[in-house]
C-alpha cells in the first residue's frame, strides 16, 4: 500500500483494511530505513496508526499540525511526499530528523526540544480566531512532554481564552527513559479508568444529537447521570475541570476508533484534549521490549535474528563522566546527581542502579533541575546536574537569578557541548561557553582528553565553592600522546603549555588540543616553533594569559567550538588588542548562525576546527609571518 501513497490526499482514498496494510508497510518501510540511516525508531513505531488516522481526517495542508516532540515526525514525513528521500536521514543536505518548514509545507513549525507545541499551538489558534480562520490547530504531544512545565502554562492560556486547539495526548508512559513523577501516575490513573470514558461518549452522544421524543428533563438526567458515573470511576479530572474536553482514553493502534474519534473533534470551536494510549516500538519486538534503547540508534543493518545492534557507548565522554561519577560517590555521599529525563543519554544508568537514592530524575523539566540542584545545596549536598548544552539553555534564568546571585555550589556536567552530530540546529550545543560567561560568578571548564576530565570533575567536587561547568562534547573519550593532563595540577583559571614556539601561539580549548597537535606535525620545518597552550577554564581567564599573550609580537590562533559572540575568542582578541594593538589574533569558531546537520566529523571539517582546517590557518599566518620580516628587513 505504501507505493500507492505519496501525499496525504492518497490516504482518504483507501478502506480501512487498505489502511491497516498502509500501517504494516509503513513498520517495514521504518525498520529497514532507520537500521541504514540510524535515528528515533520506537517513537515513530509508536505513532503509526495515530499519524495516519490524523493525516486521513484532516487536511495537513491547511491544518496546522505540530509534533512535540519532533522526533516521533518520521510517519508524518512518509505520508508527505519525502520517503523517498530517507536515506538521506539525518545527514548533511537530507532529510531533517524534526520537523522542518523548509524542507515541506506540512511543517508548520521546527520542533526540536520537548514541551512548546502548546504554546505555539495556542498562538496560531489566537491568530487565526482573530482573522477568523476556521482551519484546525492540532498538536501531537507526549505525556514525556507533559512533564515540562510550558505545557501548563500554555494549557493555562488555551483554557483562559477558550483557544480551539486540538491535543493529542500521546500517551506510552515514555519520554525517552521511562517517564517518573506524578504527572506520570496520573496519566496511569486516566488510563485505568476506560469504563467512565466509553459510557461517557455513549450519553454525550446521545446528549449531542438529541434523539427525538427526548426532552430537556431527559437530557437533563442523562447529565446528571454522567457526573454520577465520572465521580464514580474518576474522582477528579485535571483537564475537564479546567474547561478544556477531555476525549479518551482510546486505543492508539486502532485506525477505526482514531479516525472517528477525530472526526467527532475536529472542527469544534472550543479546547479538546484527545488522549491516545500507544506502545512505543509498537511492531517490532526488540523495541517493544526495550524502548529505551531502541529510541535513537547507529545506522548500523539487522542482525540475523532481526534484533538491531544498538550504538556501543563505552568509549563516549558520557560513560565515562557516569563511571568517574561513580567511583566519587562511592566515597562522598553528599553527591546527588540529577538529569532531566536524559538517564541513559547523559551516562547515569550506572549511577542510578548503585545509589537510587541520590540519584533524581525530575522529568523533561530543565529549569526544575537547576534550581531543585540549588535547593539541595543549601542544605549541604553536592548536586551534579548531568544535562546536554541545548537543554541546559532551557533554565538560563534559574542560571542567572538562583544559582548566579546565590553563587551556589553546584556542577554542571554538560554533555554535547560543541557540535552535535545527526541532530541539527535544534540541539547544537555552541552556545553554553557564551551564556555561562555571562553569570557572575560562574567557572567553566574544558577538558581536553578523557583523563582530564576526570581530573577536574574529582577537582570540582572537592573544591565546590560557587557554580561550575565541566562541558564536553558527543564523541569518543580519546587520550593525547603528546598531553599527560595528569602532569598538571588544577589552578582556577590557568592554563597548560604543552609546546613551547618562538613564532606562534596556537590557545586551544578542549578537546579541540587533539586536532591542534595532529596539525602542527605537518608544518612545523624550516625552523618554524609552535607553541601550544591548553586553555583549561573558559572562565576565570587568569590575568596572567591576557599578559602573556599580550607581551610579544607572535600572532596568536585560538580554537573555539562554540560561537564567537560572547565566547573565550572574542573575550581575548579584544583584551589582548586592548593592551597591544600591533597583535595579530586569529581564531577558528562557530560563526553566527546555527550548525545544520552531519556527522561531528563532517561540522568540524565545515568549521575548519579539524585538523586540516587549522592546517590551512596556520600555513596562512606563516605567510603573514614571512611576509611581515621580509618587509621589516
Same mark, same amino acid.
Given at each position: ?10 490516504? @482518504? ?7 491497516? *496494510? ?16 540510524? /535515528? ?44 523517498? +528521500? ?7 543536505? /537530507? &532529510? ?32 487565526? *480566531?482573530?482573522? !477568523? ?55 496511569? @490513573? ?10 461517557? !461518549? ?33 474522582? @477528579? ?73 544498538? $550504538? ?35 551516562? +547515569? ?16 523539566? =530543565? ?8 535547593? +539541595? ?41 560543541? &557540535? ?17 560567561? +555571562?553569570? #557572575? ?5 574544558? #577538558? ?15 573544591? &565546590? ?35 613551547? /614556539? ?7 580549548? /578542549? ?19 609552535? $607553541? ?28 573555539? =567550538? ?21 597583535? @595579530? ?7 553566527? =548562525?546555527? #550548525? ?8 568540524? =571539517? ?8 587549522? $592546517?590551512?590557518?596556520?600555513?596562512? &599566518? ?6 611581515? !620580516?621580509?618587509?621589516?628587513?
Amino acid at each position: 500500500m505504501l507505493e500507492q501513497v505519496n501525499l496525504p490526499g492518497d490516504i @482518504k482514498k483507501l478502506s480501512l483494511s487498505e489502511l491497516n *496494510q498502509l500501517a504494516a508497510d509503513i513498520r517495514d518501510f521504518l525498520i529497514s530505513s532507520v537500521t541504514k540511516t540510524g /535515528g528515533h525508531l520506537s517513537p515513530n513505531l509508536g505513532v503509526v496508526e495515530l499519524t495516519i488516522a490524523l493525516h486521513y481526517v484532516f487536511d495537513a495542508s491547511h491544518d496546522d499540525i505540530i509534533w512535540d516532540v519532533g522526533h516521533q515526525s518520521y510517519v508524518h514525513k512518509i505520508l508527505t511526499g519525502r520517503k523517498n +528521500l530517507f536515506d538521506t536521514l539525518r545527514k548533511r543536505g /537530507g &532529510l531533517k530528523g524534526y520537523p522542518w518548514p523548509q524542507e515541506s509545507l506540512y511543517d508548520p513549525v521546527h520542533t526540536g526540544h520537548s514541551s512548546t507545541s502548546l504554546s505555539i499551538a495556542s498562538g496560531m489558534a489566537k491568530s487565526k *480566531q482573530l482573522g !477568523r480562520i476556521s482551519t484546525n490547530t492540532i498538536a501531537v504531544i507526549g505525556d514525556g512532554s507533559f512533564t515540562g512545565g510550558l505545557a501548563y502554562e500554555a494549557l493555562n492560556t488555551i483554557a483562559h481564552d477558550n483557544l480551539p486547539v486540538i491535543v493529542i495526548l500521546n500517551d506510552n508512559g515514555m519520554c525517552i527513559s521511562r517517564n517518573v513523577g506524578g504527572i506520570a501516575k496520573y496519566f496511569m @490513573k486516566l488510563q485505568s479508568s476506560r469504563s467512565y470514558f466509553h459510557l461517557k !461518549r455513549i450519553l454525550e452522544a446521545i446528549m449531542l444529537h438529541k434523539i427525538p421524543l427526548v426532552g430537556k428533563p431527559v437530557v437533563s438526567l442523562l447529565y446528571r447521570i454522567k457526573e454520577s458515573i465520572k465521580s464514580f470511576f474518576l474522582k @477528579k479530572n485535571f483537564f475537564e475541570d479546567m474547561g478544556i474536553s477531555y476525549y479518551g482514553p482510546i486505543d492508539g493502534h486502532d485506525i477505526k476508533v482514531l479516525i472517528e474519534t477525530f472526526r467527532e473533534v475536529k472542527d469544534i470551536s472550543k479546547p479538546i484534549i484527545v488522549h491516545v494510549v500507544t506502545k512505543k516500538g509498537k511492531g517490532f519486538k526488540p523495541s517493544e521490549d526495550n524502548p529505551v534503547h531502541y529510541h535513537g540508534i547507529s545506522p548500523i543493518s539487522l542482525n540475523g535474528d532481526s534484533s538491531i545492534p544498538i $550504538e556501543k557507548e563505552e568509549k563516549s565522554y558520557s560513560f565515562f563522566f557516569g563511571k568517574i561519577l561513580c567511583k566519587l560517590a562511592q566515597k562522598d555521599p553528599s553527591i546527588i546527581a540529577i538529569t532531566a529525563a536524559m538517564k541513559s543519554g547523559t551516562g +547515569l544508568k550506572e549511577f542510578s542502579e548503585k545509589f537510587p537514592d541520590r540519584f533524581i530524575d525530575v522529568g523533561i523539566a =530543565e529549569q526544575h533541575a537547576v534550581d531543585f540542584a540549588f535547593g +539541595l545545596s543549601l542544605k549541604g549536598k553536592k548536586p551534579v546536574v548531568a544535562i546536554y548544552s541545548t537543554f541546559l539553555q532551557r533554565g538560563f534564568d534559574q542560571l542567572i537569578h538562583d544559582i548566579g546571585i546565590a553563587r551556589a555550589k553546584v556542577l554542571f556536567c554538560i554533555d554535547r557541548a560543541g &557540535l552535535v552530530p545527526a541532530d541539527g540546529e535544534t540541539h547544537q550545543g555552541i552556545f553554553d561557553i557564551s551564556y555561562l560567561r +555571562l553569570v #557572575p560568578g560562574f567557572t567553566i571548564m574544558l #577538558p581536553a582528553c578523557r583523563s582530564e576530565m576526570e581530573i577536574m570533575i574529582e577537582y570540582a567536587i572537592n573544591n &565546590l565553592n560557587g557554580p561550575v561547568a565541566i562541558r564536553y562534547p558527543k564523541d569518543e573519550a580519546t587520550e593525547i600522546q603528546e598531553y599527560r593532563a595528569g602532569k598538571y595540577p588544577i589552578v582556577i583559571g590557568e592554563w597548560v603549555t604543552v609546546k613551547k /614556539g618562538k613564532d606562534l601561539i596556537i590557545v586551544s580549548t /578542549g578537546t579541540l588540543l587533539k586536532e591542534a597537535i595532529k596539525a602542527i606535525k605537518s608544518v612545523e620545518k624550516n625552523n618554524f616553533q609552535i $607553541e601550544v597552550l591548553n586553555l583549561r577554564f573558559a572562565k576565570p581567564i587568569s590575568y596572567n594569559i591576557i599578559e602573556y599573550l599580550s607581551g610579544d609580537d607572535r600572532p596568536i590562533l585560538i580554537l573555539e =567550538e562554540g560561537i564567537f559572540v560572547g565566547g573565550v575568542s572574542e573575550y581575548i582578541a579584544l583584551e589582548v588588542l586592548r593592551r597591544n594593538r600591533r597583535k @595579530k589574533v586569529e581564531y577558528i569558531v562557530i560563526p553566527e =548562525e546555527y #550548525p545544520s546537520t552531519g556527522s561531528r566529523k563532517e561540522l568540524l =571539517e565545515q568549521y575548519g576546527l579539524d585538523a586540516t582546517g587549522i $592546517e590551512r590557518k596556520i600555513k596562512n &599566518l606563516i605567510k603573514w609571518i614571512s611576509d611581515s !620580516r621580509l618587509s621589516a628587513g
